[in-house]
């Protein structure tokens, strides 16, 4: 084959497989069917047709294909399954609240509710609570400020001093303790006989409330500026409004001075006979002794 080949065309062809092979290029194989691609007639003596593998169609070395990295939004937790939460339901009453929410309420239910209380700091000193005495339908209830020494004793309101003025004072308007009913703001005696503080009236007098609405008398009457401040939410003075006539709820209200006022200011009681005998007027009533 060589012999066959001039020299010159062997060195082209040397130097062009040199090329090839710097291009990486080293597999060449003979064209065993030359004239399928190139009909015409080849010059005798010719070179024989040596095929060399396309560059750009014969596929070039390549590094090894590694899988491209995928990435992908991780698939979110399952949340752990939790029991829905019940729709809230309407709060029970409070033993808090007026009677006007409390079905059926009666005297008995709000003392078994009051229970032995603890719910302010009076009952630590107490040694009886003073719930209230009297007739549980009375169209006339006097409310005053809290219990005294004898009422913490006995558990039972306005039976000291103050207590026996009151009852002369029922008496003279022609009626008797057992026909009025008689309770105080606080239901446990302050110390020292003290006026309460405000954080002890708004913690028991929510029973008094209830007190009134199951009674629900035609009068009350305020002894002193606790009571008048209490039920009607204010704080001005009693001097200012004694002996008027104000509504609460379904009652009239009136507001006079204390017994235990009366006991320190003798002078005043003209002006407390004046209150109490409006409160006859309006219940009808005759003073003690006196015929139609």
């Known amino acids: 084959m060589p012999g066959q080949i001039p020299e010159n ?8 497989l040199a090329f ?27 070179v024989e047709n040596v095929a060399v593998s396309n560059p750009i169609a014969h596929e070039e070395p390549t590094l090894p294909k590694t899988a491209k990295p995928h990435f992908q939004k991780p698939a979110p937790a399952a949340l752990p399954k939790v029991a829905p939460l019940p729709l809230p339901s309407a709060p029970a009453p409070s033993l ?11 005297l008995l239910r709000i003392r078994e509710d009051l229970g ?7 009952h630590k000193h107490r040694h009886t609570i003073v719930f209230g005495d ?3 339908k009375a169209e006339l209830v006097f409310v005053g400020e809290g219990p005294g020494a004898d009422e913490d004793a006995q ?12 009852t002369q004072m029922v008496e003279a308007m022609g009626l008797q303790r057992k026909d009025v009913y008689i309770c105080n703001v606080v239901k446990c005696r ?23 609405e199951v009674i629900s008398p035609k009068v009350i009457v305020c002894l002193g500026a606790v009571a008048f401040k209490t039920l009607m939410k204010t704080n001005r003075g009693i001097s200012q409004y004694r002996g008027q006539w104000l509504e609460y709820r379904n009652s009239k209200l009136l507001a006079t ?7 320190r200011n003798p002078n005043a009681k003209g002006e407390v006979w004046k209150d109490l005998q409006k409160v006859m007027a309006v219940l009808g009533l005759r003073a003690k002794g006196k015929s139609a």
Do not use: M, W
């Not at 808090?96 to 009666?106: E, G, L, P, W, Y």
């Not at 039972?156 to 009151?166: E, I, N, Q, S, T």
């Not at 001075?257 to 006991?263: D, E, F, G, R, V």
């Open 155 to 166: 558990g039972l309101p306005f039976v000291g001093r103050a207590g026996k003025l009151l």
């Open 9 to 16: 065309l062997q060195k082209k062809v040397a130097e062009r």
């Open 257 to 263: 001075y204390h017994p235990a006022y009366l006991l």
């Open 190 to 212: 302050p110390p020292e006989n003290r006026t309460p503080e405000e954080d002890e009236v708004a913690t028991c007098s929510p029973f008094l409330v209830r007190q009134l």
């Open 134 to 136: 009297g007739h549980p």
């Open 96 to 106: 808090f609240d007026a009677s006007d929410k409390i079905v059926n309420d009666t």
């Open 20 to 46: 090839y092979e710097d291009l990486g290029i080293r597999f060449f194989y003979r064209d065993r069917y030359p004239e399928a691609l190139f009909p015409h007639k080849q010059p005798a003596g010719s």
């Open 116 to 122: 032995e209380c603890t719910r302010c700091k009076l």
